[in-house]
């Protein structure tokens, strides 16, 4: 007080005052500084934290819209703004050579801020398309990683097969972000490696008993178990059975042969392996030629061993250098379509078996036979995973004209033909294809029409309006045609394969074709060197 420091003293007592004071008023001080930081702490760690989620709600909403709209890529960057509470964020979406996605998003809550980062894992990749190098001395095949983003990466090389690819085959796994790639050389031998991880395995020889009999027939294929996920690869070693070895993941099995009925001195030619949906299950087509006569049959997979094998073709068929032959599977078993007889009217009308229970049924013939009494030289059958339906498409000589016509299955018999063009550009190769999308239920067929360099599509939903148009424009007239069907999105890819050897790739939106890329000039297409398959395991990203 002022009294007492004006009252007069002794200087001891006035000390002993002044100190007291000074204590006190530091007591004091302290207390008020002590309780201050210790709030000021408490407010910033609640806005950091509230910074923090709001940061991860702008990475849920931009991961969610890359999801959900399929179109979000064709303008980068995207930006997404929106509000938490009190707090905002601010997420930018971005790629990597639009393969994969790379998300910035920043949360801000008065002074606080937190910045989330994702992408650069690879997630984004939807799709593997593989054909080969123009150079024909080049041993590597190549691919492009296809995004979800609607874009194809740059060239890559995949793993040396020591000659030049010619024919090819791609399958993905049904629970994992793996492919495997079998590859045919032009020196008969037969590699298959495997893409996971960002990366291709070091190739491997399969058919190291033998080379496969010819360079004008596909003599491998893959598929994998879809339930199980495991691989399996099928191919010839020039004897009169196939072989096969199946993938866990990390190696390769044993090689084992399958008995399907070929007479001893006989050669393995084409092989075709589908899966079923949600089984281990698989087909396995087998032609092969004695004498003059070609030949074919079925076996099962059962998912431990090769069963119910059953002879198909046997007939003085006009060429063992098509495919006439392919399977698939109804609900109720599988279905094998296929050419046979010895007189030109008996070839004309498509034969078919179905497997229900435990036991092929009888041959069957479509109502009527092709057009023109015309011997089918390719066939390409798909069903609709969601539902019974089915199709058939047959390629086909009428008199000097190739031509392409098709039947449904309705759910109980196989219907009338339905014309697709007047002339296609050849049967020499594989001039259409042809895949059901599960999301959209639309049968897309895509075929090259003689003369012209824009390719043609139908698409269509059983029972519903046939859609006709082309795709993207092209420059050359195509050979050998590729479909796709996304299962996840109401998407299509497209490979062609074109008189001039370019490998083209295009995309189907939803309502339109859209070009990607020409993946390469000049590459040759005497070979069905092009395959694509799309993840399968889950949405991405």
Same mark, same amino acid.
């Given at each position: 007080?002022?009294?007492?420091?004006?009252?007069?003293?002794?200087?001891?007592?006035?000390?002993?005052?002044?100190?007291?004071?000074?204590?006190?008023?530091?007591?004091?001080?302290?207390?008020?500084?002590?309780?201050?930081?210790?709030?000021?702490?408490?407010?910033?760690?609640?806005?950091?934290?509230?910074?923090?989620?709001?940061?991860?709600?702008?990475?849920?909403?931009?991961?969610?819209?890359?999801?959900?709209?399929?179109?979000?890529?064709?303008?980068?960057?995207?930006?997404?703004?929106?509000?938490?509470?009190?707090?905002?964020?601010?997420?930018?979406?971005?790629?990597?050579?639009?393969?994969?996605?790379?998300?910035? =998003? !920043?949360?801000? %809550?008065?002074?606080?801020?937190?910045?989330?980062?994702?992408? $650069?894992? *690879?997630? /984004? @990749?939807?799709?593997?398309?593989?054909?080969?190098?123009?150079?024909?001395?080049?041993?590597?095949?190549?691919?492009?990683?296809?995004?979800?983003?609607?874009?194809?990466?740059?060239?890559?090389?995949?793993?040396?097969?020591?000659?030049?690819?010619?024919?090819?085959?791609?399958?993905?796994?049904?629970?994992?972000?793996?492919?495997?790639?079998?590859?045919?050389?032009?020196?008969?031998?037969?590699?298959?490696?495997?893409?996971?991880?960002?990366?291709?395995?070091?190739?491997?020889?399969?058919?190291?008993?033998?080379?496969?009999? =010819? !360079?004008?027939? %596909?003599?491998?294929?893959?598929?994998?178990?879809?339930?199980? $996920?495991? *691989?399996? /690869? @099928?191919?010839?070693?020039?004897?009169?059975?196939?072989?096969?070895?199946?993938?866990?993941?990390?190696?390769?099995?044993?090689?084992?042969?399958?008995?399907?009925?070929?007479?001893?001195?006989?050669?393995?030619?084409?092989?075709?392996?589908?899966?079923?949906?949600?089984?281990?299950?698989?087909?396995?087509?087998?032609?092969?030629?004695?004498?003059?006569?070609?030949?074919?049959?079925?076996?099962?997979?059962?998912?431990?061993?090769?069963?119910?094998?059953?002879?198909?073709?046997?007939?003085?068929?006009?060429?063992?250098?098509?495919?006439?032959?392919?399977?698939?599977?109804?609900?109720?078993?599988?279905?094998?379509?296929?050419?046979?007889?010895?007189?030109?009217?008996?070839?004309?009308?498509?034969?078919?078996?179905?497997?229900?229970?435990?036991a092929w049924g009888p041959e069957n013939n479509l109502p009527t036979r092709l057009p023109g009494n015309s011997e089918p030289r390719w066939i390409r059958m798909e069903f609709n995973t969601n539902s019974t339906l089915g199709f058939v498409g047959f390629l086909y000589l009428n008199g000097a004209a190739p031509q392409l016509t098709g039947s449904y299955w309705t759910g109980a018999a196989w219907g009338a033909y339905t014309n697709y063009s007047a002339t296609l550009?050849?049967?020499?190769?594989?001039?259409?294809?042809?895949?059901?999308?599960?999301?959209?239920?639309?049968?897309?067929?895509?075929?090259?029409?003689?003369?012209?360099?824009?390719?043609?599509?139908?698409?269509?939903?059983?029972?519903?309006?046939?859609?006709?148009?082309?795709?993207?424009?092209?420059?050359?007239?195509?050979?050998?045609?590729?479909?796709?069907?996304?299962?996840?999105?109401?998407?299509?890819?497209?490979?062609?394969?074109?008189n001039a050897g370019d490998v083209v790739l295009q995309r189907w939106d939803g309502t339109r074709w859209r070009a990607l890329v020409e993946a390469t000039a000049q590459s040759g297409f005497n070979y069905d060197s092009v395959g694509t398959a799309y993840r399968r395991d889950r949405l991405v990203p």
């Amino acid at each position: 007080m002022t009294t007492l420091i004006r009252e007069k003293s002794s200087g001891a007592m006035l000390v002993g005052l002044v100190v007291a004071i000074l204590i006190m008023a530091l007591l004091i001080t302290g207390l008020v500084v002590v309780l201050g930081t210790g709030l000021m702490e408490s407010v910033e760690t609640a806005n950091a934290s509230a910074a923090f989620f709001a940061a991860e709600s702008g990475m849920s909403a931009a991961k969610a819209y890359v999801t959900t709209n399929s179109e979000w890529a064709r303008s980068l960057p995207v930006s997404l703004t929106g509000m938490v509470g009190r707090s905002a964020f601010s997420a930018t979406i971005t790629t990597t050579n639009r393969v994969t996605v790379n998300v910035t =998003s !920043t949360g801000a %809550r008065n002074e606080a801020e937190w910045t989330s980062v994702w992408g $650069g894992t *690879g997630t /984004a @990749v939807r799709a593997m398309f593989v054909y080969k190098d123009a150079v024909i001395s080049n041993a590597f095949p190549r691919y492009r990683a296809y995004s979800h983003l609607g874009y194809a990466c740059g060239e890559l090389y995949a793993g040396n097969i020591t000659a030049e690819p010619q024919w090819q085959r791609i399958a993905a796994d049904p629970r994992t972000n793996e492919y495997i790639l079998v590859s045919q050389n032009s020196s008969r031998w037969i590699y298959a490696q495997v893409w996971t991880g960002g990366a291709w395995f070091a190739s491997t020889l399969l058919n190291n008993a033998g080379q496969c009999p =010819s !360079t004008l027939n %596909r003599s491998c294929d893959v598929a994998y178990e879809q339930n199980s $996920g495991r *691989g399996m /690869a @099928v191919y010839s070693v020039g004897a009169n059975t196939p072989r096969y070895r199946t993938w866990d993941g990390t190696n390769w099995s044993a090689e084992a042969a399958i008995n399907v009925g070929a007479a001893a001195g006989s050669q393995i030619r084409w092989l075709r392996l589908v899966a079923r949906t949600n089984s281990n299950e698989m087909l396995l087509l087998s032609r092969w030629q004695v004498a003059a006569n070609n030949l074919s049959a079925a076996i099962r997979w059962n998912g431990v061993a090769w069963v119910n094998l059953r002879a198909l073709e046997n007939c003085a068929s006009a060429s063992i250098d098509t495919e006439p032959m392919d399977g698939g599977f109804l609900p109720a078993g599988a279905v094998t379509f296929y050419v046979n007889g010895n007189s030109a009217n008996q070839r004309a009308q498509p034969k078919y078996r179905t497997f229900v229970g435990a036991a092929w049924g009888p041959e069957n013939n479509l109502p009527t036979r092709l057009p023109g009494n015309s011997e089918p030289r390719w066939i390409r059958m798909e069903f609709n995973t969601n539902s019974t339906l089915g199709f058939v498409g047959f390629l086909y000589l009428n008199g000097a004209a190739p031509q392409l016509t098709g039947s449904y299955w309705t759910g109980a018999a196989w219907g009338a033909y339905t014309n697709y063009s007047a002339t296609l550009n050849t049967v020499t190769e594989r001039d259409f294809d042809v895949a059901w999308s599960s999301r959209s239920n639309i049968l897309m067929t895509a075929y090259c029409l003689q003369g012209q360099t824009n390719h043609n599509y139908v698409a269509q939903t059983y029972g519903g309006t046939a859609v006709y148009g082309t795709l993207a424009p092209g420059t050359d007239l195509g050979r050998w045609c590729y479909l796709a069907a996304d299962p996840f999105y109401n998407e299509f890819l497209y490979g062609a394969l074109d008189n001039a050897g370019d490998v083209v790739l295009q995309r189907w939106d939803g309502t339109r074709w859209r070009a990607l890329v020409e993946a390469t000039a000049q590459s040759g297409f005497n070979y069905d060197s092009v395959g694509t398959a799309y993840r399968r395991d889950r949405l991405v990203p």
